[in-house]
């Protein structure tokens, strides 16, 4: 499979020797970034929370560098908040 940045075009290599065709590969010299589609889009991939189908596209790491110093690049950290429970007495008609 061949794996190219969806920015620039350049072609990347797999940092590991892969097998089997049918999995992903991690570029030497880039990042393999998931999507998984979301509400606002029109391109034709649907937003579903159980769907097992995504997109992948590739980006070289100059390409990644520049797009950050642009402020075009997001780092999330998802924390997970415990659900609380507040117990307090029932008082009818109040």
Do not use: W
């Not at 061949?2 to 065709?21: H, M, N």
């Not at 998984?36 to 937003?47: M, P, Q, S």
């Not at 929370?49 to 997001?74: I, T």
């Amino acid at each position: 499979m061949e794996i190219s940045c969806v920015v620039c075009g350049r072609e990347l290599e797999p940092a590991l020797s892969l097998d089997d065709e049918d999995l992903l590969a991690d570029p030497a010299g880039g990042v393999l970034a998931r999507i998984d589609g979301n509400h606002g889009t029109n391109a034709g991939l649907r937003h579903d929370a159980f769907s097992r189908s995504f997109l992948v596209v590739y980006l070289c790491d100059p390409c990644l560098v520049r797009k950050a110093d642009e402020g075009r690049v997001q780092h999330v950290t998802r924390r997970r908040v415990a659900a609380t429970t507040e117990i307090t007495p029932f008082r009818p008609g109040g």
